[in-house]
């Protein structure tokens, strides 16, 4: 059964699951009903993709995200876009949070401004049936402006075919174009997908948005939130893409008060990945070694950041995995704290140890650090997940009875079978 709710006047009596958001600024509480808090989007992320799409000329009408889940998103794209929204949810319960969580926003941020709550609502229904939510609500015909979709995907899965979202792409096209506006540019619409989709896959997703809407303009877009991993992938099309600009990364920083790094540029999708060409060489004493950070890297944009540092010649000895590594000549000039988030860790190597790294080599390690004046070491090698903090403990505790005065951290060499001392800039 379709039901409206709106965010006005609707209770939230009955609702559970009401948790914190520790990403916003104002502390939100927002109800995630069915156990749907690891799906929602934390606050910070929907509010700094709002912001972005300030940037574009969306034109007149409301804003639509028909797998709505727990409100989050549309209602910070409400927030910063001033405009009344439209959510739909299959689950009802959802679909009554995702009310709450809207006025929770509206009142909490200090919105006078009535008339886009009592212009918003959330329905509990189908979301791939356009005409009969349009028809519910007594809208005319191509009244959406933006459409989100955040599909649901397999839990605890590795990879899923498109086939497997619920709602499919296919379906909700089909089902909401002739209520969406468009022009030249394509419909304007953001795509919110599983950061597990192959190439293949987005390639996949690229074919069904030309059968609806030939020559959209299209832009992926890759977010994190750090520990080098890509938290979202994203396809922003239509109005909010930009025309020669296929790719986008987004870093959001801890501190919520910090606006997000931004890069744009890169190549098209292709059907392989288009890594660098890693080079097999030995990196010798004095020359500088830095782990960039991987989520930049899976993006297929870490050269044309690096491009930008004025770094001068590097090559790849290592592209894929947990750190890629670049080995360099020129020292990195970080600019800014939100840019060094990108670099890991970045320093000269000082020494080569042929020593396998154990429990029982772990005192010849100690006496090399001392050589070189280390009072504090990371590693920054791959190991025994039981072994790796019972090593790092033992250099911290040798390490802190000394003196010494530099910081360094230690990295397995991709092009052998040593270990890099480096000495942290």
């Keep these: 059964m379709t039901r409206i709710f709106h965010p006005l006047s609707e209770s939230s009596e009955g609702l559970f699951e009401n948790n914190p958001d520790k990403t916003s600024i104002e502390q939100f509480k927002f109800f995630h009903a069915d156990e749907g808090k690891p799906l929602a989007t934390p606050w910070q992320v929907a509010l700094s993709r709002a912001i972005m799409l300030r940037d574009y000329q969306i034109p007149e009408g409301v804003i639509l995200d028909c797998a709505c889940g727990s409100g989050i998103q549309i209602a910070a794209y409400s927030e910063i876009l001033k405009r009344p929204i439209i959510g739909v949810e299959l689950n009802e319960s959802r679909a009554r949070a995702s009310a709450v969580n809207f006025r929770t926003v509206f009142t909490e941020r200090g919105d ?55 709602p499919r792409l296919d379906e909700v096209f089909a089902g909401w174009k002739p209520h969406i506006k468009s022009d030249d540019a394509g419909p304007a619409i953001l795509l919110d997908l599983s950061p597990r989709l192959s190439r293949n896959q987005m390639l996949e997703v690229e074919d069904l948005v030309e059968n609806f809407w030939p020559n959209t303009n299209k832009t992926w877009t890759w977010t994190s939130r750090g520990r080098g ?155 025994n997940p039981n072994l790796q903090p019972k090593l790092q403990g033992s250099f911290d505790r040798q390490l802190a009875r000394r003196h010494g005065s530099r910081e360094a951290f230690l990295l397995h060499n991709p092009n052998g079978e040593n270990y890099l001392l480096c000495i942290k800039n």
Excluded: C
């Excluded at 801890?254 to 098209?268: A, E, N, V």
């Excluded at 030995?282 to 830095?290: A, C, D, E, L, T």
């Excluded at 894929?320 to 670049?326: K, T």
């Design 112 to 166: 006078n401004s009535l008339e886009r709550i009592k212009n918003s609502v959330f329905v509990a229904g189908d979301g791939r049936d356009g005409s009969a939510i349009m028809s519910l609500l007594k809208l005319e015909s191509e009244s959406v402006a933006f459409l989100h979709l955040d599909p649901a995907r397999p839990r605890n899965s590795r990879a899923h075919a498109l086939s497997e979202m619920a």
């Design 229 to 383: 991993r890509v938290d979202r992938l994203a396809l922003w099309l239509g109005a909010i893409a930009e025309p020669t600009l296929p790719r986008r990364f987004v870093r959001i920083p801890p501190d919520p008060t910090m606006p997000p790094f931004i890069l744009l540029g890169g190549k098209p999708i292709a059907h392989q990945a288009e890594p660098s060409e890693e080079q097999f060489i030995q990196p010798q004493r004095g020359s500088y070694v830095s782990i960039i950070d991987a989520a930049l890297v899976e993006s297929g944009m870490a050269d044309d950041w690096l491009g930008d540092l004025s770094l001068g010649s590097y090559v790849w000895a290592q592209y894929h995995g947990r750190r890629p590594v670049i080995y360099h000549q020129e020292h990195i000039k970080q600019q800014s704290s939100l840019t060094s988030n990108l670099i890991v860790a970045t320093g000269r190597v000082v020494d080569l140890i042929n020593e396998e790294l154990t429990l029982e080599t772990a005192d010849k390690f100690v006496e090399i650090f001392l050589q070189h004046d280390i009072a504090k070491l990371t590693i920054r090698a791959s190991l």
